[in-house]
């Protein structure tokens, strides 16, 4: 049972990393944390997958305030993504026609969440910027929608004002994401068995 957890988990992070790296190559506008990251990663002179570590770093200290606890998973997720996002980056050309590139957003928003129900359904607790949405659901008493729609708004535009990319994939990704994930979390969430009461 653990050895599937880790091993989904992992899977699930890499997998999240690559799906990253292609809709960047597709170039028709990335979600809205990743509109961020690539803004960043222009003015800085950056790696993307450099921007998605230590934004991911800077993100789970905003944990402390909100009394946030970070799993396996959590921290993980902080070194994987980003780094499995800029070897893919450095394996995968640029594409020029238009049709691969619909082809790569395509593929990219799939994946992505396959990526999330692993790396979710492992129950190694989530990334830092879904525990940001759910601490602050918790402390604020906000719905989920309002608290997550506030925090991508805010992102979306600090990210296409610092030059990242926004197009018609960020908006399929916000369009298709949950719908996705919906029906694969159920399938990949690893049940962990209860421990037993004392004495039996």
Do not use: K
């Amino acid at each position: 049972m653990m050895f599937r957890r880790v091993t989904q988990l992992y899977a699930g992070l890499v997998l999240y990393g690559f799906s990253l790296a292609l809709m960047v190559r597709a170039e028709l506008g990335l979600d809205p944390w990743d509109v961020f990251h690539q803004g960043v990663a222009r003015q800085l002179g950056w790696t993307f997958g450099t921007v998605v570590n230590v934004t991911g770093a800077l993100v789970l200290l905003l944990w402390i305030p909100i009394r946030q606890r970070p799993g396996l998973g959590t921290v993980s997720n902080v070194f994987v993504v980003g780094s499995s996002a800029d070897l893919s980056l450095a394996l995968i050309p640029r594409a020029e026609d238009l049709g691969v590139r619909a082809a790569l957003l395509a593929c990219a928003v799939v994946l992505n969440a396959v990526a999330t129900a692993a790396y979710i359904g492992a129950r190694f607790g989530p990334g830092p910027r879904d525990g940001l949405m759910t601490g602050l659901v918790a402390r604020t008493g906000r719905s989920v929608r309002a608290v997550r729609t506030a925090i991508e708004v805010t992102v979306l535009a600090a990210g296409w004002l610092l030059g990242g990319s926004v197009g018609v994939g960020t908006v399929a990704y916000a369009l298709l994401i949950g719908p996705l994930v919906q029906p694969l979390l159920p399938v990949l969430t690893v049940l962990v068995p209860l421990e037993a009461p004392a004495g039996e």
